[in-house]
T-cell receptor, first 117, second 114 residues
Framework: GAVVSQHPSWVICKSGTSVKIECRSL??????MFWYRQFPKQSLMLMAT?????????EQGVEKDKFLINHASLTLSTLTVTSAHPEDSSFYIC?????????????FGPGTRLLVL | GENVEQHPSTLSVQEGDSAVIKCTYS??????FPWYKQELGKRPQLIID?????GEKKDQRIAVTLNKTAKHFSLHITETQPEDSAVYFC?????????????FGQGTILTVHP
């Protein structure tokens, strides 16, 4: 149980294009999903908290107009990197937290490796 | 916000030895402390967690201890095996948040030599 999928697993794009990443909880409902970015040999840095049916909460220093988050259902959140540039190249990982009352544990997706040329 | 410090950054042990990784946190209201294992290029996997109402939790070769007074918690791996080699992250939530967001430590690269 508690499986989270992420799509695509990797993407290569040209500078200036937009990239959409999907995060799905497959066997549980998640009112809250989280988006992280991880650079090589570094820790997970929280970018934003995605809330079903409401606006995402962004961490300090994360541009909300550049990293668009939509959480339209209890099992799906999307992250769109708009006008991607080479410095946006990174490993993006989502996690999902089951409905309140079930636990605080976060379950992670497999990640999306983004390379912007 | 929460601040989590993790040590050591790298840890090298011989197969069969024990490994200990320590974390400190800043928010005294934090009440949930998970540990994740991440293999190269893979997702972080929860390996054990502890809540603030207990001081120790064990699952086979893995144990976590918590000292709320000192605001630190530790991961203990006994009888290490080469497949334990990975990056380990501790995490703590900010107290009082309804989002359950986690702040992660810097990570420890554990290498178990056969």
């Amino acid at each position: 149980g508690a499986v989270v999928s992420q799509h695509p697993s990797w993407v290569i794009c040209k500078s200036g294009t937009s990239v959409k990443i999907e995060c799905r909880s497959l066997d549980f409902q998640a009112t809250t999903m989280f988006w992280y970015r991880q650079f090589p040999k570094q820790s997970l840095m929280l970018m934003a908290t995605s809330n079903e049916g409401s606006k995402a909460t962004y961490e300090q220093g994360v541009e909300k107009d550049k990293f668009l988050i939509n959480h339209a259902s209890l099992t799906l959140s999307t992250l769109t990197v708009t006008s991607a540039h080479p410095e946006d190249s990174s490993f993006y990982i989502c996690s999902a937290r089951p409905l309140p009352g079930i636990g605080e544990t976060q379950y992670f997706g497999p990640g999306t490796r983004l390379l912007v040329l | 916000g929460e601040n989590v410090e993790q040590h050591p950054s790298t840890l090298s042990v011989q197969e069969g030895d024990s490994a200990v990784i320590k974390c400190t946190y800043s928010d005294s209201a934090s009440n949930y402390f998970p540990w994740y294992k991440q293999e190269l290029g893979k997702r972080p996997q929860l390996i054990i967690d502890i809540r603030s109402n207990v001081g120790e939790k064990k699952d086979q070769r893995i144990a976590v201890t918590l000292n709320k007074t000192a605001k630190h918690f530790s991961l203990h791996i006994t009888e290490t095996q080469p497949e334990d080699s990975a990056v380990y992250f501790c995490a703590a939530p900010g107290g009082g948040t309804s989002y359950g967001k986690l702040t992660f430590g810097q990570g420890t690269i554990l290498t178990v030599h056969p």
